[in-house]
T-cell receptor
Framework: KNEVEQSPQNLTAQEGEFITINCSYS?????LHWLQQHPGGGIVSLFM???GKKKHGRLIATINIQEKHSSLHITASHPRDSAVYIC?????????????FGKGTLLTVNP | NAGVTQTPKFQVLKTGQSMTLQCAQD?????MSWYRQDPGMGLRLIHY???????DQGEVPNGYNVSRSTTEDFPLRLLSAAPSQTSVYFC????????????????FGNGTRLTVT
């Protein structure tokens, strides 16, 4: 079973700061997902990656397959970015229909 | 498109009662899945389906049943509710399986908060 570790667990930033959230996993994967969950709210998919880098607005996701590591960056952070960010991976082995999730990173952006 | 619709939003059950959590999607997605979210733990997969008539167990399937008679619907049944099943439940769907190299993001429902007393 893949082990997914996110860091940091909690992150507090000031509006405008550059944010980085990290995700490491233990076993080779076929895809990695970044999700966003607002307090008391639903879950939204931000990115799905299997290699390289993707960008959407102020959000950038990168993945290094060799190092088994992914990062989510937020440029020019805003209070509305305050949420839990969750990393999830699907194994490249036999259990590739199943996602393993990290415990999430709680981001608070203060005005 | 309504996306993924989950009902009910909240539910309180007594130990031993049964109920069905409904999940429907209107995006013609093949892959559907149920997760539970508990404090201090990541989302955990309960059951999933890769198409109508096909279901399989996830990480924590005990005490839950599913069926997939149509592409659109994927209900989750609690057979005899227990306090350990108090949780927030999410249904999700995607066009293809989560491992596909095709860009197939997951779409989540708004969740069902279940309390078993």
């Amino acid at each position: 079973k893949n082990e997914v570790e996110q860091s940091p667990q909690n992150l507090t930033a000031q509006e405008g700061e550059f944010i980085t959230i990290n995700c490491s996993y233990s076993v080779g994967i076929s895809a990695l997902h970044w999700l966003q969950q607002h307090p008391g709210g639903g879950i939204v998919s931000l990115f799905m990656l299997s290699s390289g880098k993707k960008k959407h607005g102020r959000l950038i996701a990168t993945i290094n397959i060799q190092e088994k590591h992914s990062s989510l960056h937020i440029t020019a952070s805003h209070p509305r970015d305050s949420a839990v960010y969750i990393c999830a991976v699907s194994d490249s082995g036999g259990s590739n229909y199943k996602l393993t999730f990290g415990k999430g990173t709680l981001l608070t952006v203060n005005p | 498109n309504a996306g993924v619709t989950q009902t009910p939003k909240f539910q309180v059950l007594k130990t031993g009662q049964s109920m069905t959590l409904q999940c429907a999607q209107d995006m013609n997605h093949e892959y559907m899945s149920w997760y539970r979210q508990d404090p201090g733990m990541g989302l955990r997969l309960i059951h999933y389906s890769v198409g109508a008539g096909i279901t399989d167990q996830g990480e924590v399937p005990n005490g839950y049943n599913v069926s997939r008679s149509t592409t659109e619907d994927f209900p989750l049944r609690l057979l005899s509710a227990a306090p350990s099943q108090t949780s927030v439940y999410f249904c999700a769907s995607s066009l293809d399986t989560p491992y596909s190299s095709y860009n197939s993001p997951l779409h989540f429902g708004n969740g069902t908060r279940l309390t078993v007393t």
